[in-house]
């Protein structure tokens, strides 16, 4: 029998998806590409794995021994407010799908994606990896807070009846290369600096929705492609792990925007519309965990991480998401 490790990432094509096959590719270090590994990155084009049958098929085709599972029903606020059946099912179908058919083919490993949005709407801070199912989720997005919060009870319960290996991951906010820079329903990063792009370009006020004063987390995708990469070679537990800067690395808005004026090189008239609403003011995660696993990692300044970004956006701006 081969030792060839086939590693099959589901959502190959998105933010995070994309940023694991950069660093596959690029990383000269120990989170490149390893002797004996083949990997395959999936988009939706190769199956739309809420069909069970497409599942299996892929599955048949490429016959991995490790799955990364990324692909998942993604959006904003608006549209998770608006299509919350479709948040909870899609998601609930695409989850199944792929554990029960990794399962099914004695895939040695699984590693699939939670995030912090979907733990209890009232909670204290920071949350950790013991508090996602401590209560209800926010209103506005329960139907895919709850569809990825079975990710983790399938896992326990792949892994006590069959001893399966299934573990996942949660970021905290993700950004880089490869986002959705779509001005209407993207995550605050992606969406300001398309909109300071524009600012730019048109020569009109850069606006930002809100005080400015939220804090948030926030991880470069790049950074989160090195983390999977671990955790699927080195990390043994099936409970989560949060994958996120620390609690003293927590951005304010304005912070945020003061560092995207600066990348994007804009000049113009600058400020915040307070008429809008701010959300939470803060999600704080704590990543004592990662940290005790891996105390030395070190993450991409939130500067140079913003600059690529934006010069990826720049670069890409007729084929990225807008
Ligand atoms: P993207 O929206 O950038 O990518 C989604 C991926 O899923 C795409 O490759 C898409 O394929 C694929 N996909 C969607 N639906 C299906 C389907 N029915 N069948 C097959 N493939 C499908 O997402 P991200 O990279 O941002 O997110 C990856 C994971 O990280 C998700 O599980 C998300 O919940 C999680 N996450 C993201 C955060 C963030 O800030 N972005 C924060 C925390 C967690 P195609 O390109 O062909 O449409």
Not at 12 to 17: E, F, I, K
Request: one cysteine or more; aromatic letters at 12%.
């Amino acid at each position: 029998m081969s030792n060839e490790k086939v590693i099959l990432v589901t959502g190959g094509s998105g933010l995070v998806g994309k940023a694991i096959e950069w660093v596959i590719e690029n990383d000269n270090g120990k989170y490149g590409k390893q002797e004996g590994e083949k990997w395959v990155f999936l988009t939706s084009k190769d199956g739309n794995l809420r069909s069970a049958e497409a599942t299996r098929a892929i599955f048949e085709k490429y016959k991995p021994t490790h799955v990364i599972h990324l692909a998942a029903l993604v959006g904003g606020l608006f549209k998770n407010m608006k299509y919350k059946l479709d948040f909870l099912r899609d998601n609930l179908l695409i989850n199944d799908n792929v554990l029960q058919t990794a399962h099914e083919h004695k895939v040695k490993k699984v590693v699939s994606c939670l995030s912090t949005c979907i733990f209890p709407d009232k909670t204290t801070y920071p949350i950790d990896e013991t508090m996602i199912h401590s209560g209800p989720p926010h209103e506005s997005n329960f139907g895919y807070a709850y569809a990825k919060r079975l990710i983790d009870t399938q896992n326990k319960a792949y892994h006590d009846q069959f001893g399966d290996n299934f573990t996942s991951v949660i970021p905290t906010n993700v950004f880089g290369p490869h986002d959705n820079y779509d001005l209407q329903d993207s995550h605050v990063i992606p969406g300001l600096v398309h909109k300071c792009y524009l600012a730019k370009k048109n020569g009109t006020p850069f606006v930002v929705a809100g005080t400015g004063k939220p804090l948030r987390q926030f991880i470069y995708s790049r950074d989160l492609a090195k983390l999977f990469i671990w955790v699927l070679r080195e990390y043994k537990e099936i409970d989560p792990i949060i994958l996120s800067v620390g609690e003293k690395d927590e951005v304010s808005i304005k912070d945020v925007a003061d560092t995207i004026v600066k990348a994007v090189g804009f000049e113009g008239d600058y400020n915040f519309d307070t008429s809008k609403a701010d959300g939470q003011y803060k999600k704080t995660a704590s990543n004592a965990k990662l940290m005790k696993y891996l105390p030395d990692f070190q993450f991409t300044p939130f500067e140079v991480a913003v600059k690529e970004s934006t010069e990826w956006f720049i670069q890409n701006y007729d084929n990225a998401r807008t």
